[in-house]
């Protein structure tokens, strides 16, 4: 079945939206409950990604390079999530260097833990770090923590593991109605200890989000308790970050399966230092092949995708003192047969030498009882 594509005009987006009235049809509280309704839609889905980052720099006299590039498969069916990303970026090291390399990767939540894979593409070195048992909650809240995920999940990066859902519950609300080319949108404006955010939600799709921003100035948190002011930036010499700017719009929204996904948006993001000059990122991700229904039980898909060898050591984040490794697709608890029978050896030879000791030991006795009686036959010799 074909889809149904929804664009939108791109010069009207630049502009932005000319308020229109304050709404007295819908309240702050509604207008989160609709937002938190509509991410419903995205609990189950499939689909590719591509990421494309470009990068300007006052400082770097560096316009718009192309500074990133990912290509990631995604899977969610509740709380399993996965994404297998192969990733080529140019970034800078400690010492201010840029650095290019690239990098493949998986990640899954198989429903309980969770194991990551990096691999070169040779496929000859192979890491796996896990998290054998029950998710710590830090962790668990990175599932879906995908800056390409923000109109599926409500991602908005430079907020910690916090969804955007969540921070407007947490922050003062107000909600007012805009015009754009026909459209009637109800904007959320939210303002806390995470800064300003605002979502522009269109009742006519569900009240899915078309837009979505954010600012933050020095005191306003990137991660609990951590204002973006004590941010450094390695590229700037360690500079701290004195503003964060961010606004996304979706460029693209199709009907899928009765539902609208937003399959492409643009996001730009201006970081300011404290000494005047700033970065600008420019995001662009589009999706495809979008399944909002897809069939988890014919497939598993939340699994390795990748043939991994029997015996591959695997390290645990979570039980570092057990040594773990790759069986038949699962992490199981290492069995060193060469230790145990090292282990054997050594409880027969302490045995063996047991028995030695105790013959070396009842011969010194005897030695010493032999001396003694020499010298006490010697001392009588003499007093007489």
């Known amino acids: 079945m074909s889809n149904t594509m929804y664009w939108l005009v791109a010069p009207i987006l630049a502009i932005g939206f000319v308020p229109h009235s304050t709404s007295a049809e819908l309240t702050p509280a509604e207008g989160v409950a609709h937002y938190e309704q509509s991410l419903q839609q995205y609990r189950r889905f499939t689909a590719n990604a591509v990421m494309k980052c470009y990068r300007s720099s006052t400082k770097l006299n560096r316009k718009d390079a192309l500074l990133q590039e990912d290509r990631v498969q995604l899977a969610r069916d509740g709380d399993r999530w996965k994404y297998r990303r192969e990733s080529w970026m140019m970034t800078a090291n400690r010492e201010g260097k840029l650095v290019d390399f690239r990098t493949h990767s998986e990640v899954v939540y198989p429903g ?21 048992d029950e998710l710590p909650e830090a962790i668990r809240r990175e599932a879906g923590a995908e800056r390409i995920l923000l109109f599926l999940t409500g991602h908005l990066s430079s907020n910690g593991s916090r969804r955007l859902l969540e921070i407007l519950k947490e922050s003062t609300l107000e909600l007012r109605e805009v015009k754009a080319s026909g459209m009637s949108l109800k904007v959320l404006e939210a303002k806390g200890l995470w800064g300003r955010h605002a979502v522009w939600l269109d009742p006519s799709l569900g009240f899915m989000p078309r837009r979505v921003s954010q600012s933050k100035e020095q005191s306003d948190w990137f991660n609990v308790d951590q204002p973006i002011g004590s941010m450094k930036i390695y590229e700037y ?24 996904v937003v399959t492409a948006f643009k996001l730009e993001e201006k970081l300011g230092m404290v000494d005047g000059n700033t970065i600008t990122r420019r995001f662009v991700v589009e999706l495809s092949d979008v399944n909002l229904d897809p069939d988890f039980v014919t497939k598993d898909h939340f699994v390795a995708s990748k043939a991994i060898p029997n015996g ?23 069995i060193n047969q060469d230790s145990v029978e090292n ?26 009882i032999i001396g003694l009686f020499g010298l006490y036959m010697k001392r009588r010799g003499g007093a007489r």
């Open 112 to 132: 309980k833990g969770r194991f990551q894979i990096g691999f070169e593409p040779s496929g000859t070195d192979i890491r796996i770090m896990a998290y054998v």
């Open 237 to 260: 010499e360690g500079a701290k970050l004195n503003t964060l700017e961010q606004v996304a719009e979706a460029t693209k929204i199709e009907q899928i399966a009765g539902r609208p």
């Open 312 to 334: 591959t050591q695997v390290t645990s984040a979570d039980q570092p003192n057990i040594v773990f490794e790759w069986q038949d697709g699962k992490i199981v608890k290492s």
């Open 343 to 368: 282990l054997d050896r050594l409880r027969f030879n302490r045995a063996r030498w047991w028995n030695r000791g105790k013959w070396v030991v009842g011969g010194l006795i005897i030695v010493a």
